[in-house]
């Protein structure tokens, strides 16, 4: 069954804002841990942003001081807020889940269980 929705993607120009949202099963929600990833066409998979149970974050260098990964536990929801947007921002973005901490799993997603079905968000320049 589905268990990660991501929603909130979409067209915008650069220096804009979007919030993307993945509603999670109860289940995947109490992962210990949660992030977004993103992949533009011919590239791989990268890393944006992890988020474990105790709050802690971890950012991707590119996205450092722009992007903001949180949860709400009382809506089983992963957010990303992403201002200051880049035309290399474009991806199609995904949320994922483990039940292994942030700390083991990194930005490597072949480590990661749980996935949605991805957002895309485009930026212009």
């Known amino acids: 069954q589905v268990q990660l929705v991501e929603s909130g993607g979409g067209s915008v120009q650069a220096g804009g804002s979007l919030r993307l949202s993945c509603a999670a099963s109860a289940y995947v929600f109490r992962s210990a841990c949660m992030g977004w990833f993103r992949q533009a066409p011919g590239k791989e998979r990268e890393g944006v942003a992890t988020i474990n149970q105790d709050g802690s974050t971890t950012y991707t260098d590119s996205v450092k001081g722009r992007f903001t990964i949180s949860k709400d536990n009382a809506k089983n929801t992963l957010y990303l807020q992403m201002n200051s947007l880049k035309p290399e921002d474009t991806s199609v973005y995904y949320c994922?889940?483990?039940?292994?901490?942030?700390?083991?799993?990194?930005?490597?997603?072949?480590?990661?269980?749980?996935w949605g079905q991805g957002t895309q968000v485009t930026v212009s320049s």
């Open positions: 994922a889940a483990d039940r292994i901490i942030c700390r083991w799993l990194g930005f490597d997603a072949s480590r990661y269980d749980y």
